[in-house]
């Protein structure tokens, strides 16, 4: 019963999810034709969403990813956490912290996430966006 919960929470997170690049892609349609997206970036994303929804802690989910252009966009939701609840307890700077030490910034990072700026998106249980930032690949360097 729990699994089939989050099975069908991350479908709907995937769903809405695509919903929302599909649309910033359209809004930005000058901007995306001058930049192809590198179809191993591509690729790497569809078989992590194969995989996807998994468990990252307690209460923390990485539903989906998603890219265009230079960017891939990591999904997370708190299942056990309202906006509210977030707000009280400042937990922006621990989330933060923990999604920095995610990001692959070593020798052997993959040839396909060069030059490729990573968003990180939260959502509340209730599906509420938490906060969500940027950091470009040139904090790599």
Known sequence: MFLNKINRKGVFHRLFF????IA??????????DIEIDPALELAAEDLNN???????IDLFLDSV???SNRMYYYYSLSGLTYERFM???MHDSLYADALERIPCSLWRP?????????????SGDEEELFQFTESQAACH
Do not use: D, I
């Open 66 to 68: 998603a890219v265009n």
């Open 88 to 90: 009280e307890e400042s």
């Open 111 to 123: 040839v396909y996430m060069q030059n490729v700026n990573v968003t990180f998106v939260y959502f």
């Open 51 to 57: 995989v996807l929804p998994q468990r990252q802690g």
């Open 24 to 33: 910033s892609l359209s809004c930005n349609s000058e901007v995306q034709n």
């Open 18 to 21: 695509s919903v929302v690049l």
